[in-house]
Antibody, heavy 120, light 108 residues
Framework: EVLLVESGGGLVQPGRSLRLSCAAS????????MHWVRQAPGKGLEWVSS????????GYADSVKGRFTISRDTAKNSLYLQMHSLRAEDTALYYC?????????????WGQGTTVTVSS | SSELTQDPAVSVALGQTVRITCQGD??????ANWYQQKPGQAPVLVIY???NRPSGIPDRFSGSSSGNTASLTITGAQAEDEADYYC???????????FGTGTKVTVL
């Protein structure tokens, strides 16, 4: 069974940093692109970032470019999202999602998410 | 434009058919993927590509596309189909970065 478990969320003050993690199991992590997608309270889905199987292709939403960094550790079957200069508008449930391919095409399995709240 | 537009809400009688549409320029180049999200749960992929269903998705879900419009059809809607549905497509960079605005489906 494919399982994605996010962690690292919490309450953080504006301007501070936070690192999200996603532990993957049940599939060959090294062979799949991965994504972060967020959902603000009561709002729709917003793509945040994607990383290809070998980290050779990385993309970011304009809203987080220059502040967030996606990375992966194949040895640990883990995906990360380093978030800096956090803003109130970054408050959301952050989902980790697996792709069906080695490069970013579509998310086929999602974790349950970790909540980030940016507030003073 | 990389936006995808959906009707905010639709309703369907139990057992009837409902079509959810998604409009956007990127759909002229890429197929839409469709996600179902029930309250308090993570999204679930129900349709991808031309008209493909992941394992475990009932065959009452189907997809189609024409021009800049993609559609998700639920034929014989069930109570458990009541959910928010989001379309998703790639932009010119090839990343699946564009989500639709979402459609809330109510089964009456």
């Amino acid at each position: 069974e494919v399982l994605l478990v996010e962690s690292g969320g919490g309450l953080v003050q504006p301007g501070r940093s936070l690192r999200l993690s996603c532990a993957a199991s049940g599939f060959t992590f090294a062979d799949r692109a991965m994504h972060w997608v967020r959902q603000a309270p009561g709002k729709g889905l917003e793509w945040v970032s994607s990383i290809s199987w070998n980290s050779g292709n990385i993309g970011y939403a304009d809203s987080v470019k220059g502040r967030f960094t996606i990375s992966r550790d194949t040895a640990k079957n883990s995906l990360y999202l380093q978030m800096h200069s956090l803003r109130a508008e970054d408050t959301a449930l952050y989902y980790c999602a697996k792709d069906m391919e080695v490069t970013a095409t579509r998310m086929d399995v999602w974790g349950q998410g970790t909540t980030v709240t940016v507030s003073s | 434009s990389s936006e995808l537009t959906q009707d905010p809400a639709v309703s369907v009688a139990l057992g009837q058919t409902v079509r959810i549409t998604c409009q956007g320029d990127s759909l002229r180049s890429y197929y839409a993927n469709w996600y179902q999200q029930k309250p308090g749960q993570a999204p679930v992929l129900v349709i991808y590509g031309k008209n493909n269903r992941p394992s475990g998705i009932p065959d009452r879900f189907s997809g189609s596309s024409s021009g800049n419009t993609a559609s998700l059809t639920i034929t014989g809607a069930q109570a458990e189909d009541e959910a928010d549905y989001y379309c998703n497509s790639r932009d010119s960079s090839g990343n699946p970065r564009v989500f639709g605005t979402g459609t809330k489906v109510t089964v009456l």
